[in-house]
Structures are given as structure tokens and as C-alpha cells.
């Protein structure tokens, strides 16, 4: 089946420093890609929507500066969480979408910045 | 691999009947969530299920857990037009978050 590679699966970092995490279809191309972040005890939160070719739609209140989306190709798309503070912890996951109805998810970051 | 297994995979019903979809998994979790995804568009959380609980109720949503068969399902009663969309379950094992394939859910006028 459908697979979608996430990493780093985990990641500790220091505050005011960059992460990227990327997202790849290992078997198939990507009409749109979506991010979603889940803080705590909470169910995840749809980040951004982008589809190859195009800026990425952000959601109400999801900084585009702060959260770098490069939907690089078919296959590829990075989020970058750029200076990052200990409230930007939490846990990031991808999914990728092919064709109407296919989507695939990541296995999921959890990034802990410190 | 993912660790959510659903079936069926694809679902066609008349506007008013029940619709259940079926989930499995495969290693102890802390609580199991149930997703739905128009076309194109972003997850919308339905309902969350705890690894103590049973069963919970939302609306029109019936979820169930059992825990010793790693198996939860989801029913959609009297189901709309609107209901048509792609249905996820996910499960929260601590330091992983799986989905499962999904359940295509089409629901006919």
C-alpha cells in the first residue's frame, strides 16, 4: 500500500533554532499535502493545505513565517519550524493525498524544543 | 507501517440507513480517535474513546472499544448526503500516532 515516510520521528532542539521535517511518498505522487499538529491531550489541528505548484493555504491563527511549508515536488513536502520556542512542542504529522479520495499519513514527529 | 487496519475500505448506502466502519490495531494505546476527511480537505475530529471506556456517544456518532480485541467501530445512524466523506481511525499509543487506511464512505440522496 500507499506509504508516506516522516522524519526525524523525533526531535529535540534549542530554542530560537530551525527544524525541518520532511514527508515523502515512497510509491506514489502527491495531488495535496496537509499538516497537522497535536498538542497534548488534544486531537490534531489541520496546520496548512498545499498542492504542488502553489503557496500552502494556512488555517486561522498557523504563522506562515513561523511554519515554512515547501511543497517541493510530487513526492516531497518539508515544514520548517523556524525559531523555534518551548510552546512550538508538540506533535507534527503530514498526510499526503492521491487522487480524491487516497490519503496517507506520516508516522508523526514529535518535536521538543528546549 | 501503519498500524490501524479499517474495513471496509469503501461503503455505499441510501440516505437514512447506518453506516458502521471497523477498526484494528495492534499494540496497547492510551485512546483511539475517529477522523473524517471531506475531499480535499483537512481531518475534522469526531470523537475520542479513552482505552477505559467502551463505548461514547456524539449525536449521531456510536463509538465502541474493545480493548482485548483491538478493535473499535464507528456508527453513523441515519445517515446524510453530507455524511459522504473518508473516515480515519487513529490511535495514540504514547510516543507514536497511527492512522488506518480509512473507510470511503459514500452516502446516496
Known amino acids: 500500500g500507499a506509504v508516506v515516510s516522516q522524519h526525524p520521528s523525533w526531535v529535540i532542539c534549542k530554542s530560537g533554532t530551525s527544524v525541518k521535517i520532511e514527508c515523502r511518498s515512497l510509491?506514489?505522487?502527491?495531488?495535496?499535502m496537509f499538516w497537522y499538529r497535536q498538542f497534548p491531550k488534544q486531537s490534531l489541528m489541520l496546520m496548512a493545505t498545499s498542492n504542488e505548484g502553489s503557496k500552502a493555504t494556512y488555517e486561522q491563527g498557523v504563522e506562515k513565517d513561523k511554519f515554512l511549508i515547501n511543497h517541493a515536488s510530487l513526492t516531497l513536502s518539508t515544514l520548517t519550524v523556524t525559531s523555534a520556542h518551548p510552546e512550538d512542542s508538540s506533535f507534527y504529522i503530514c498526510s499526503h493525498q492521491q487522487g480524491k479520495n487516497g490519503y496517507t499519513f506520516g508516522s508523526g514527529t514529535r518535536l521538543t524544543v528546549v | 507501517s501503519q498500524q490501524g487496519e479499517e474495513d471496509p475500505q469503501a461503503l455505499s448506502i441510501q440516505e437514512g440507513e447506518n453506516a458502521t466502519m471497523n477498526c484494528s490495531y495492534k499494540?496497547?494505546?492510551?485512546?483511539l480517535q475517529w477522523y473524517r476527511q471531506n475531499s480535499g480537505r483537512g481531518l475534522v475530529h469526531l470523537i475520542l474513546i479513552r482505552s477505559n471506556e467502551r463505548e461514547k456517544h456524539s449525536g449521531r456518532l456510536r463509538v465502541t472499544l474493545d480493548t482485548s480485541k483491538k478493535s473499535s467501530s464507528l456508527l453513523i445512524t441515519a445517515s446524510r448526503a453530507a455524511d459522504t466523506a473518508s473516515y480515519f481511525c487513529a490511535t495514540d499509543a504514547g510516543n507514536q500516532f497511527y492512522f488506518g487506511t480509512g473507510t470511503s464512505l459514500t452516502v446516496i440522496p
Open positions: 499494540t496497547s494505546i492510551n485512546n
Open positions: 510509491d506514489f505522487q502527491a495531488t495535496t
